[in-house]
């Protein structure tokens, strides 16, 4: 039997792409097992498909000063080994890394073992642990044409992003009646990803009197983000995070909110969803979120609203914007070029196996 190690983790949109593949290999005869770290959130997501999942040590690569920074790189050469010689014992065809700090020692581990290993970079520019890793990588994919600038010639493959066939067969009477709401106005969505956002958090609920005039909003606020005095208002739910109901609240949902993530917006594209987006600020991200927003906004599927504009009346312009020109976007949407990447890094896994 072909055998397949997935790895990726930190964040939700780090695992995500690797769960859209998985039925897609199980139907394909791979064996399919996951190394991530310890107690990172991909453990629980991956076990809750009954694959295979190996914890190794890893070390979070960060662009400022902490001391952490002294400690970390003791953690990485010690995930290395553990990675080398849990792919000596497994021994894959190929693996498959979606990025996240921990598949470093992972992609290394591979290339110690000889096994052939793929990287997706979903952003526009490669983040650092990718950075780190391409060296090592047998192929990389991309999500955006203009990455291909960014990378060695013989490595680079445009596949787009792998996106979770259960996201697009969402039920609109499902997701109202989870939120307990009507269909007498249209439903706003605020997604922030797996660990929220807290700005956009913040003004959305200052906002909440104006929004609720018009709309019914459902609000991913993250962990720990919960706020109790909000709990009963009619026309409004909070969660801090979900997962299989999804695809229900995205169906139901008339206009999104969401920050700009590779994954994120390849999932709005595809279901061709109305949205707003608010990119994470330069000064608490590399900037890739910046780049995919005004990539989006220029192809005209996007309202771009940056952080540090965000207001209550900055807020609700920019949702009265999307939802009353609504068409106008799905239009641009419809033209997109645009396709799901599950095919072609099947393709590219199955070349690479042969």
Known sequence: MKRIVLTGGGTAGHVTPNLALIPHLDKLGYDVHYIGSYNGME??????????????SSGKLRRYIDLKNLSDPFRVVKGVGQAAKLIRKLKPDVIFS????VTVPVILGAKLNRVPSIIHESDMTPGLANKISIPFATKVCTTFAETLTHLPEDKAVLTGTPIREEILQGDRAKGLSLCEFS???PV???????????????VLRESLDMILEKYQLVHLC???NLKEELVGIQGYRQFEYVNEEMSDILAMSDVVISRSGANII???????????????PANASRGDQILNAASFEKHGYSYVLNEEDMTPKNVMKAIDSVYNNRNEYIDHMNH??????IENILTLINELVK
Do not use: C, Q, W
């Open 336 to 341: 997109s070029k645009s396709s799901n990447g």
């Open 183 to 185: 269909t007498s106005k």
């Open 266 to 280: 390849s999932e709005l594209l595809a279901l061709k969803k109305p949205h707003v987006l608010v990119p994470l």
């Open 43 to 56: 453990k629980e997501l991956v076990e809750k498909k009954g694959i295979p999942y190996h914890g190794i």
């Open 188 to 202: 706003l969505l605020m997604t922030g990803g797996s660990l929220g956002a807290v700005r956009i958090n913040d």
């Open 222 to 224: 993250g962990k720990n």
């Open 98 to 101: 979606k990025g996240g700090f």
